[in-house]
């Protein structure tokens, strides 16, 4: 094991009974001996996890919550400081991407919904547990936003502007801590994971369409590690995220046009919605 800063530390995930972040878990657990503390509300993935784990299972503990809920980053911090826990890195990852579809239908429970978890969650996080990260000799604090964040989509205005809200208020916090903290970025582009559970019509075809353009799990987990093994500030991972994020700077708005473009002409199921006012 080649040495990483962040060899043995504490760290919390955020969404790590699933996708990235159980790799991300899995992967500081078994490659970097740090302790992961894991939240995420469904307790029976969150163990079964531990199980995987085997004798390496003591490196996991979990807390089962909503993140989306500030007393419960208030009582997590208080029960880290009372067990005598000093976590050395927040990663916050855990997220939703909500049914594609376009504004006029989106109800303002579901916008509500969408940003306490994809933005307020990790304010609600940070807020809690920055005194007691900032008592390592290591803080670090990495964000998961995505490649929304950078160009949107017709569709998808709310999870971009989740993601947009996250990666503006993490650009900022970077600024605020550059000589005490590591303060990440990552905007990973499409991620085969389960995240597309919510897009309920979602047909085999466009399942296929969406992993062409996808990267591996596995794949997007060791990007990540990488990015921040090397303290990066901002991470762009995926093909499509760079596509997007140099779209973006090159072309502007008529980036999100071509792109939205593509999505109405590829007449995909999970799109359906978007284009029919
Ligand atoms: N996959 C992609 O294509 C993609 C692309 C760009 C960005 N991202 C971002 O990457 C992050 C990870 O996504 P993923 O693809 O790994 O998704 P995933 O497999 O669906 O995992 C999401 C994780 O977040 C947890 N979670 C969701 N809502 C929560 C809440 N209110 N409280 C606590 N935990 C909650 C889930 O656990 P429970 O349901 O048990 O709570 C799960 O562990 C997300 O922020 C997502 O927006 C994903």
Redesign the pocket.
């Known amino acids: 094991m080649n040495k990483c800063w962040y060899d043995y530390k504490t760290v919390i995930i955020?969404?790590?009974?699933?996708?990235?972040?159980?790799?991300l878990a899995e992967r500081l657990i078994r490659d970097h001996g740090c302790d992961v503390i894991g939240?995420?509300?469904?307790?029976s993935?969150?163990q079964a996890f531990k199980e995987e784990l085997g004798s390496l299972g003591h490196k996991f503990t979990y807390y089962?919550?909503?993140?989306?809920?500030k007393e419960n980053w208030d009582k997590l911090a208080a029960k880290l400081k009372e067990e005598g826990i000093q976590p050395d890195i927040l990663i916050?990852?855990?997220?939703?991407?909500p049914k594609f579809n376009r504004f006029s239908k989106i109800t303002l429970d579901d916008v509500n919904h969408t940003m306490?978890?994809?933005f307020y969650?990790s304010l609600y996080a940070i807020k809690a547990l920055l005194p007691t990260l900032l008592k390592s000799d290591t803080p670090g604090i990495v964000n998961?936003?995505?490649?929304?964040a950078l160009c949107s989509l017709a569709g998808t205005s709310i999870?971009s502007a989740s993601?947009g809200a996250l990666k503006s208020f993490t650009d900022a916090l970077r600024e605020e801590h550059r000589k005490d903290c590591y303060v990440g970025l990552?905007?990973?582009?499409?991620?085969?994971?389960?995240?597309?559970?919510n897009q309920e019509q979602a047909s085999e075809g466009a399942m296929k369409a969406?992993n062409m353009v996808?990267?591996d799990?596995d794949k997007?987990v060791d990007l990540i590690e990488k990015g921040i093994w090397k303290k990066k500030g901002d991470m762009v991972f995926?093909i499509d995220?760079h596509a997007m994020n140099i779209g973006n700077k090159l072309l502007g708005t008529f980036c999100s046009h071509a792109a939205s473009k593509v999505l109405e002409i590829s007449k995909l199921s999970i799109f359906r919605e978007v284009f029919t006012p």
């Open positions: 955020t969404g790590a009974s699933s996708g990235m972040g159980k790799g939240i995420a509300r469904t307790e993935k969150l089962p919550f909503d993140v989306s809920v916050n990852n855990a997220g939703i991407l306490q978890i994809n969650s998961i936003a995505s490649s929304a999870y993601k990552v905007c990973p582009g499409f991620t085969k994971t389960d995240i597309f559970r969406l996808s990267t799990c997007m995926g995220a």
